[in-house]
């Protein structure tokens, strides 16, 4: 009978609802339908008074690949408190100096190195390949799948970018009496060439590149001569018969591009008279070397000209290279004033060309504009404005020089705090990675806080340096030294342990020069009592490292404690009224001073004494008045008359005492 009620009653509830619903829909039709009848009187009146206005659909806008990704990361922002993603671990093991971030992405590289090596070493044991399609570079790099004396073979080491197994094969293949289609020899040279007869070398990894010059590996070129005389590409070169024009211009290139700057021009010259037409980027290999082979700068830009008309009369257009490889030479001729007039031609040009310059442009630009370290001008203040609505694009490896120079130039030309804000913005806004690798971010922040240090108000140095540091950049020694003169110049001193905490993150508290200024900084008044007992920790901080440093004789960089030090740390215990600290501190130096370097500055002498004599202690004043004497300081006579004032002396310390006069 119960589940029997409970049934009925749940029966009635959904009649219920049922019952409201369909009162409900009923409400909303005829609410529509009035609003569509009133609806329709409306536009039959306004059609009666005006014409109905058109609909126009906007055209599709063109989005690419990106369109999404950059969307999303328009809604977020740059999270300081967060290390880069490469260091992301363990909080613990997160690196904060230099040393310890390029250990750390140097070790996970060769981590990876390592992995890649037994992948690639042992390949029978990765056979599961359950990728569909395949992905080629997932899979195991096994043998060749063909023999070397066959044309397959040969295709095969080309397409591998191995030139010297390609080379070798070409010559078992002639050995054998076959000949070689001329366009796989074409092939095969433009490969030699490309790596001057070499096998193309060990390509670094994302982190290892952002190190590289850590590592062995420099992208600048050196200028002098590296092409192989006597290499697989001149043999192969010369075992053509008749070599075609396309052949012609991959033994230029590759004369051009290491410097046999003689050889390419003897058969760039010969092809010319020839009437054989080249194309675009042997030109600009050509362009990019041979000026330089002049002596005088305007024989340097009428060689300019001479190839930017074979350019013309060849039928072909300039492309970025071309102009780049131009603003190259005319950045080695910055000193002479001509040189400014012939890079605004060029950029003229390119305009008439429909070229956007490139970062490089620039770049070479800053090198001509601010050749010297007094030059002046409104150069960089118009790159700056024009880049600043327009993509920037790496299009190649000297592109990542342009901001770390534009910083550079903006302090050491220009002095110019606003500039610098500029560029800092055009870089944040676009993209970070455009620095380039650690040094040239270290060269581009260095200079930025510098100039910061130098004309900012230190809560707004603080709050950059905040921003820096520690994940984006570790600062130079110079840079932590110019920023404890901006907090002393502005009195800053309750930035002052923070900076000690960050010295110790960055290893820098084996610095001697760095430490003894900031201690001097410290000493130089007394504070409020936290910031002071601050001051004080710090001390004893630098005296406990000294002390496990000298029971440590293994160490090469020990802390080193100096008399300028010492000085410092008994004015600081003085100001926090820790006269045992004080007297500890000149204590070790009476011991060993002998061997510490430098000596106590008169002002921290004078005031042990004061507070020995306050204490009516004769032993520790006589001590401090006999290092006075010893380093010649002018208040001696002062402090002795005080001491025979203020005093009860024996026969034997008054004795002392004249002595020391």
Known sequence: MLQLAKCSRILGHIHCYKTNRLIALSSYRDSTTKTSHQFQNNAMSSDATSDVKEIVIPLRKKRDEFSILKALSSTTKDDFSAPHFKFIDDPFLIPMSSLDKRTFALAKASGRKAANYVF?????????????????SFVPVSGFAFEDNTLEGLHERIERRNPIAAFESYQKILDGGLDVPQETAEDLLDL???????????????????????????NFKKMRKEWKDDGAAER????????????????????????????????????????????????????????????????????????????????????????????????????????????????????????????TTWFYGLQIFYGADNAQGRFLYDVVDYLQDKPLLLREATDYEFFSSAMIKCFVNLKDLELAYKIDHLLTS??????????????????????????????????????FTPHRYTPTFTAMEELISAIDLNDGFEHLPRIWSDMILFQYTRRMDLVEHLLSIMAKKKQESQLQ???????????????IDAMNRKLSDNQILSGKMIGSMTLIFLNAEDFKGAWDAMQFFIHNKHRLHGFPSEQSLVRLAEESIGKSDVEKTLQILSLMSDFGYPKLDYMVEKVKLKLNLTDHQKSHLEDLL
């Not at 042997?282 to 000209?305: D, Y």
């Not at 930025?448 to 900012?456: D, I, K, V």
Request: aromatic share 12%; proline share 4%.
């Open 430 to 467: 676009k993209n970070t990675a455009l620095l380039g690798d650690s040094f040239r971010e270290g060269l581009y922040y260095t200079h930025f806080l510098r100039l910061l240090c130098l004309y900012e108000q230190i809560d707004k140095v603080m709050e950059a340096y905040t921003n």
């Open 236 to 359: 192969l070169f010369k075992l053509m018969k008749e070599p075609s024009v396309k052949a012609c211009c991959s033994i230029i290139r590759g004369r051009a591009k290491y410097y046999q700057t003689d050889r390419a021009l003897d058969e760039y010259y010969r092809l010319k008279s020839s009437g054989a037409k080249m194309d675009i980027a042997t030109h600009n290999a050509v362009l990019a070397v041979s000026p330089l082979m002049k002596e005088h700068v305007e024989s340097r830009w009428q060689s300019v000209r001479e190839f930017l008309g074979d350019i013309a009369s060849d039928g072909l257009s300039p492309n970025i290279d071309t102009f780049n490889a131009v603003c190259f030479t005319l950045s080695r001729c910055n000193r002479f004033r001509e040189t400014r007039a012939w890079f605004m031609q060029t950029l003229s040009e390119m305009k008439n060309c429909n070229i956007e310059p490139s970062l």
């Open 533 to 547: 007992q601050l001051f004080t920790k710090t001390v004893k901080d630098i005296q406990k490292q000294a002390q």
């Open 120 to 136: 690639n070493e042992y390949p029978k044991y990765f056979a599961h390949n359950p990728a569909e399609p395949s992905i080629e």
């Open 192 to 218: 030699l060439c490309y790596y001057n007869s070499e096998d193309p070398p060990e390509r670094l990894l994302a982190d290892e590149l952002f190190f590289h010059r850590d590592v062995g590996q420099d």
